[in-house]
């Protein structure tokens, strides 16, 4: 535990679940909680650039549980936001209370045997009654570390709650100005709620009438597939829309259903799904294969007054399984007789139900895409957070000043836009950028300008942000690469360092690798032309690379986004590799230090 002692707090989280190397040492000298918690960080890492999918890919081709492979989309920059704040401290304790999951991809028609622990957590706040969150064999104890665990699931705040912003007031009673900086911070947070979500009308009025319409019908056999690229508010659309049912039904609007959630990624493995249901259908904790008999004969027993149930299933992509036995039950059984029952299952794979077996994707009836947002709804939602939040100026604010000049708000949406559209991003950048902003402000006053220096987060502020972003996101995508991907990395770096130029031919690395696999064939197999184009594309989404189209080969040309002294540094760091295929020349050129954190 002392390991985590020596490092800050985002160092801490960056070094732990960032590298492997680190993390196995950690865990062969750390204690039983250190290990669990290294264990559930490993398999979770939802936020860690999808470089090193290859190998982690299921077997159906469906993306696995152990190592989401979406969209080569630019995940690789939240590697940073698993960090920010997130202090591995406070995360031992949350993993405390979890269990840790299974590694096993496979499944069996009979489903996983286990203790099916873990009772249902209902998020506070804004989150829908009857959400079921992760089990474990942990049990309930451990419903706020789960939901904490990771930082897409800290605790929401709403912005009405958020600090109490607007509410403070002064001795008097009388209210007084926030910091705008706190106030902005706020607001943009991930867990933040806000009232409405602009840019999304037409998805949210698409699910509202969805459901509403199988609530009015008590059921019409229907499963909703929702799917889109991450930060593009799936998540919050669908809360959105649950809130307003539950209003339509509290003003006697709707006939009475009741709404239960699960979310993939809660559950240690998918089979865990049965329990967590039958669990908020019934009240009764069973094993998966007893909650799979008693959900069976639930749902076929063609109960008319029974309560509607709607099905809010996210993290779809974390339920796949060898024979999809899980995901094809949750969609199947809406489809019988009086079942009473309508599912919206949410995942990042647009292509999740193709990926699947045909008895699978067939039970799939409804369909809704969320797109990445654009340049111009990234600035009119961060816009309107912060309006929302007060913390845009103006005379009705209770906020003194604005916190963001315009420019950087354009500027932040800009550069999401130009890579994911992923406004969880977007929100990441702006936070740092106040963090700069205000550190820069803070130093000027400590040299006496306070008053020549514009109090607004600025363009520069945003690319300085962005920058030390995306710079973390480099080390943790190199640290974090597949075998496959770090040969790759080694022949782009021998290239580049012998031929002393910067954009290289992948025909000329292509050789290059394939020396180095007959010179050590303990070394990594060499990938075929697919694999590489996989390769590099998802590298080129972590920005450790840039692709230059090439006319001669299917095979861009390639330019390394960082320093070879930088990339042989981090592949000098797992010993074991860098002996088999490091070339000596670039072993003796660099010194041994890694510049890493950690
Ligand atoms: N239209 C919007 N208006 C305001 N905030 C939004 C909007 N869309 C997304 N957000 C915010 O962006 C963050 C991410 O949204 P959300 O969790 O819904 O994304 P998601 O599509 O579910 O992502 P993932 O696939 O990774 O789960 C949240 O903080 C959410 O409040
Ligand atoms: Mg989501």
């Known amino acids: 535990m002392d390991k985590f002692g020596k490092l800050d707090n985002r160092e801490k989280t960056i070094a732990v679940i960032g590298d492997r190397w680190w993390a196995n040492e950690a865990v062969e000298n750390g204690d039983k909680m250190c290990n669990k918690f290294l264990c559930s960080l490993w398999q979770k890492r ?8 290859v190998s982690s890919r299921g077997r159906n081709g469906a993306p696995s549980r152990k190592g989401r492979v979406v969209h080569a989309g630019g995940r690789a920059e939240d590697c940073a936001e698993a960090a920010e704040g997130e202090t591995v401290e406070r995360a031992l304790v949350q993993a405390s209370g979890s269990g840790s999951g299974s590694e096993d991809d496979d499944d069996d028609d009979t489903g996983a045997e286990g203790n099916a622990g873990g009772s249902g957590d209902d998020d506070d706040g804004d989150h829908p009654e009857g959400g079921v969150g992760g089990g474990g064999s942990s049990g309930g104890s451990g419903a706020d570390a789960r939901q904490q665990r990771h930082p897409k699931r800290r605790r929401p705040s ?4 958020a600090g109490g912003a607007g509410k403070r007031r002064d001795g008097k009673g009388k209210r007084r100005p926030q910091d705008k900086f706190s106030v902005a911070m706020e607001s943009l947070h991930v867990t933040a709620v806000p009232k409405s979500l602009p840019c999304r009308n037409d998805e949210r009025n698409q699910l509202l009438s969805f459901l509403t319409s199988n609530i009015k019908a008590g059921g019409l056999g229907n499963a909703l597939f929702v799917a889109g690229m991450p930060g593009t508010g799936k998540t919050a659309t669908a809360h959105e829309v649950v809130r307003i049912l539950k209003g339509q039904q509290a003003r006697g609007l709707l006939p009475r259903f009741k709404l239960v959630e699960l979310n993939g990624m809660r559950l240690t493995e998918p089979h865990q799904a049965y329990p967590q249901l039958w669990m908020a259908l019934s009240g009764e904790m069973l094993s998966p294969k007893r909650a799979l008999y008693k959900l069976e004969k639930y749902f076929s027993r063609g109960d008319p007054s029974r309560e509607f149930v709607v099905l809010l299933v996210d993290e779809l992509d ?16 809406p489809s019988r007789r009086n079942a009473r029952l309508v599912v919206v299952g949410i995942a990042n794979t647009i292509d999740l139900p193709e990926r699947c077996l045909p008895r699978v994707s067939s039970r799939v009836t409804s369909r809704l895409t969320f797109g990445p947002y654009t340049k111009l709804q990234l600035a009119e939602i961060l816009q309107a957070r912060l309006v929302e939040a007060n913390a845009i100026g103006g005379k009705a604010s209770s906020v003194e000043g604005k916190a963001f000049d315009n420019g950087a708000i354009n500027m932040a949406a800009a550069k999401v836009a130009s890579s994911s559209g992923d406004m969880r991003m977007c929100l990441k950048y702006c936070r740092r950028a106040i963090e700069v902003c205000k550190a820069r402000v803070e130093s000027a006053k400590e040299d006496g300008n306070g008053d020549k220096v514009s109090w607004e987060v600025s363009v520069k502020d945003v690319h300085v942000a962005v920058r030390e972003i995306n ?11 597949a075998p496959q991907e770090r040969l790759l990395l080694v022949a782009i770096t021998n290239e580049v360092h012998l031929g002393g130029k910067g954009v290289v031919d992948m025909d000329d690395v292509r050789t290059r690798m394939e020396g180095i696999c007959r010179a050590h064939p303990n070394g990594p197999r060499m990938p075929n032309v697919t694999t590489i184009l996989e390769m590099i594309s998802r590298l080129a989404a972590a920005q450790v690379l840039e692709l230059v189209l090439s006319r001669r080969t299917p095979l861009p040309d390639v330019e390394l986004n960082m320093t070879v002294r930088d990339v042989v540094q981090m592949l000098r760091d797992d010993e074991e590799f860098s002996r088999k295929v490091l070339p000596d020349a670039l072993v003796s050129e660099y010194p041994t230090t890694s510049s890493l954190p950690g």
């Open 46 to 53: 939802k936020k860690l650039p999808n470089v090193g999918g």
């Open 158 to 161: 709403s912005f009405a709650g």
């Open 471 to 481: 710079e973390q996101a480099h080390l943790v995508a190199v640290r974090d690469s």
């Open 318 to 333: 974390y339920m796949t399984t060898r024979k999809q036995t899980v995901l094809y039950n949750l969609f199947e059984w």
